[in-house]
């Protein structure tokens, strides 16, 4: 009988190639590298990967940091963007 199921999602079954992350930052004129470096700091997404919160609030919270640091891209659109593949 089968008791628990431990499965490693990000990097083994799901992969994060970047496409969607260069997409948006072209689209919104966002600096290379924008993306990766907000949604992956440590203490954001330590708390998304441990489950303190949430994948939709993790992502709200990677657009509200996107609109501290560039004011006039549409953060919630460059995020929608992003997240697309996965």
């Known amino acids: 009988m089968i008791r628990a199921l431990l499965i490693d999602l990000d990097g ?51 657009a509200q940091r996107l609109r501290a640091q560039l004011a006039d891209a549409d953060a919630d659109e460059a995020v929608r963007i992003w997240s697309a593949s996965s």
Not at 14 to 40: H, N, V, Y
Not at 43 to 61: F, M, P
């Open 12 to 62: 083994v079954i799901r992969i994060w190639d970047g496409q969607d992350a260069k997409l948006s930052e072209r689209r919104f004129g966002l600096p290379p590298g924008t993306m990766a470096r907000t949604a992956f700091a440590p203490d954001l997404v330590n708390q998304a990967i441990t489950g303190v919160t949430t994948d939709e609030e993790w992502r709200r919270q990677v």
